[in-house]
Nanobody
Framework: QVQLVESGGGLVQPGGSLRLSCAASGSIFSDYVMGWYRQAPGKQRELVAAITSGGITNYADSVKGRFIISRANAKNTVYLQMNSLKPEATAVYYC????????????WGQGTQVTVSS
């Protein structure tokens, strides 16, 4: 079973940038598709971006062109670079690991708060 620890959240002004990190441990990192989800108050959790071990990415339409997901397989870490942030990006951001090899399962980090406000 993989353990996930997020970091990098905080308060940023509209138009600013933040980079989130998610460190994975306890399992073979390349067995997982890694993703970032977010949940705003009163809303359902939604996919922001995902990346396979081979680097294939998928983004929500609302973040295309502004957010970049990447992974460093040697460091067991996935990143989310968020640029041109808007107030509607305010949410708790969760790292997710979806096992696609040598088994199955979906695992979550504890979440990190991102607040976009002036």
């Amino acid at each position: 079973q993989v353990q996930l620890v997020e970091s990098g959240g905080g308060l940023v002004q509209p138009g600013g940038s933040l980079r989130l990190s998610c460190a994975a441990s306890g399992s073979i990192f390349s067995d997982y598709v890694m993703g970032w989800y977010r949940q705003a108050p009163g809303k359902q959790r939604e996919l922001v971006a995902a990346i396979t071990s081979g680097g294939i990415t998928n983004y929500a339409d609302s973040v295309k062109g502004r957010f970049i997901i990447s992974r460093a397989n040697a460091k067991n870490t996935v990143y989310l670079q968020m640029n041109s942030l808007k107030p509607e990006a305010t949410a708790v951001y969760y790292c997710n690991a979806e096992r696609v090899r040598r088994g199955s399962g979906s695992y979550w980090g504890q979440g990190t708060q991102v607040t976009v406000s002036s």
